[in-house]
Nanobody, 124 residues
Framework: QVKLVESGGGLVQAGGSLRLSCQTS????????MAWFRQAPGQNREFVAG????????KYVDSVKGRFTISRDNARNTVYLQMNNLKPEDTAVYYC?????????????????WGQGTQVTVSS
């Protein structure tokens, strides 16, 4: 059974930081590209960041470049999202996703497995 479990969300003031984690099980983690998406109320799910299998390539949505960093630990089957200088517009439910591909896609339909999400709320 494949499981992706996010943690690390919470309430933070603007300018603060959070580190999200996504622990996976049931997959050969090193075979999967990983990504973080987010969905704010009333909005479509949005790609945030992606990382390829060996962490040699990452990609980000423009709005988080320079503030967020995606990383992975293949020994721990975990992907992370370090979020710095958070802004109120970053408020959303954040989801991790896994896909057995060569490169991380920015399209949510490309991902086979998803976590349940973790809420991030940034107050102004």
């Amino acid at each position: 059974q494949v499981k992706l479990v996010e943690s690390g969300g919470g309430l933070v003031q603007a300018g603060g930081s959070l580190r999200l984690s996504c622990q996976t099980s049931g997959i050969v983690f090193s075979w999967y590209v990983m990504a973080w998406f987010r969905q704010a109320p009333g909005q479509n799910r949005e790609f945030v960041a992606g990382i390829n299998r060996d962490a040699g390539d990452t990609k980000y949505v423009d709005s988080v470049k320079g503030r967020f960093t995606i990383s992975r630990d293949n020994a721990r089957n975990t992907v992370y999202l370090q979020m710095n200088n958070l802004k109120p517009e970053d408020t959303a439910v954040y989801y991790c996703a896994a896909d057995q591909a060569l490169m991380a896609s920015t399209f949510d339909y490309a991902y086979a497995f998803w976590g349940q999400g973790t809420q991030v709320t940034v107050s102004s």
